[in-house]
Structures are given as C-alpha cells and as structure tokens.
C-alpha cells in the first residue's frame, strides 16, 4: 500500500527563521514521483516541485530547497528565511508509475509571524 | 489561460437535493481529477478520467457521478445530498506524461445543511 505521512500538523515560526517540513512515504514500487504543493489562505493548490525516484539530487528554487532520501523514504522541504507571505498549509503527495492517481498527506499548516 | 475554472465557488445545498459542480479546462490536457478536502485532511479522490468518454472511481466515488463528454469539461453530479458531502472540491488536470504533475482549480466549497 501506498502512504504518505506528515506528521507535523502545524508549525509556527517567526519570520527569518528557517523551517523544515517533513514528508515520509511508503511504496513497493521501485519507480515513483514526489511532489510538494502549496495551499495559501486563498485556497487554490500551487505545484511547487516533483521528483522522481532515481534523481536524489537535492534541488534548490530560491529560498526553498529539497531533500530527498531514499534510504529513510523522506522527501522534506525547507524553507530558508521564512516570510509572512509562506503562511500556507503545504501538502507531500506520491504517485507511482504504473498509476495516474496522487497519494496526499494530510498537510502541515505553516504560519509565519513578523 | 485561464487554467483550470471551477463554478460556484461556494454553495450552500439542502440534503437530498442535488446538484453540478462545474470545471473547465483550456490547458488541452487529457487528465482532470476531482477532489474533495476535508478539514484538515489531505485530498481524496473522487473520480478522475484520462480522455473524453473515460471515467473511473477514484477513492471515494460514493454519491458522487461524472461524465466526460469533451476534452475542456469535467462536471461532477451529486446526488441527494447528505452532510457527509460537505467539502472542498477541487478539480485538477494533467498532461498524463512522465511526471504527470497535476494543475488544480481554486475550488468549491459547499455546504450541505
């Protein structure tokens, strides 16, 4: 079975501070992709990056970076120099190859203070 | 582009009633998806197809029924409402390539009261 688990429900931090979310998953397959998506107050969801199981290079996008491990299953974001405007709830999701369907955590709700 | 619309943003229904939640994509992708998101849940999936005249269950398909009839639409029908279809529903699309990354409309929120 597939799973993707986010543990931290919420996260509070003030702003320029750095912030690690975590995402942890379960699959048998050895081909899969990763994804991270951003939820604003607004509500729509924002692709923000995906993966897939044979690139573990750690990526960088400004102030975001990512890392992926296949040995401890966890692809976690981090955010550096946190601002208000990151204030979102941010979703890990997986999808197998041989399937169209995403797997979602349930979120972490990240609230950035001034 | 417009992207991926969704009408109404929010409504309010009674149970038993029925009703279309409407999405519309111009991104000529053969993929959409429909969601639901509960409070502080993660997105279910509702129903999804891979071209017009294609539909299959997702997670979640109970009360719930779609059509394909073009490539841009992909409406979702719920019938007799209950409280339990209270929600967010979000529609996505995708290319259906490699990766597969999927777009999402800004949502519906409705009530069933």
């Known amino acids: 079975a597939q799973k993707v688990t986010q543990a931290q429900t919420e996260i509070s931090v003030v702003e320029k501070e750095d912030v690690t979310l975590d995402c942890v998953y379960e699959?048998?397959?050895?081909?899969?992709?990763l994804f991270w998506y951003k939820q604003p107050p607004s509500g729509e969801l924002v692709f923000l990056i995906r993966?897939?199981?044979?690139?573990?290079q750690n990526e960088i996008s400004g102030r975001y970076s990512w890392n992926f491990q296949k040995s401890t299953s966890s692809f976690n974001f981090t955010i550096t120099a946190s601002q208000v405007v990151d204030s979102a709830v941010y979703f890990c999701?997986?999808?197998?190859?041989?399937?169209?369907?995403?797997?979602f955590g349930t979120g972490t709700r990240l609230q950035v203070f001034p | 582009n417009a992207g991926v619309t969704q009408t109404p943003k929010f409504h309010i229904l009674k149970i038993g009633q029925s009703m279309t939640l409407q999405c519309t994509q111009d991104?000529?992708?053969?993929?959409m998806y429909w969601y639901r998101q509960d409070p502080g849940m993660g997105l279910k999936l509702i129903y999804y197809?891979?071209?017009?005249?294609?539909?299959d269950k997702g997670e979640v398909p109970n009360g719930y029924n779609v059509s394909r009839s073009t490539t841009e639409d992909f409406p979702l029908r719920l019938e007799l409402a209950a409280p339990s279809q209270t929600s967010v529903y979000f529609c996505?699309?995708?290319?259906?390539?490699?990766?597969?990354?999927?777009?999402f409309g800004p949502g519906t929120r409705l009530t069933v009261l």
């Open positions: 999701a997986l999808r197998s190859y041989n399937t169209d369907k995403l797997i």
């Open positions: 993966r897939n199981s044979f690139d573990e």
């Open positions: 197809s891979v071209g017009a005249g294609i539909t």
């Open positions: 991104m000529n992708h053969n993929y």
């Open positions: 699959t048998r397959d050895t081909t899969y992709y």
């Open positions: 996505a699309t995708s290319r259906g390539d490699t990766y597969n990354e999927q777009f």
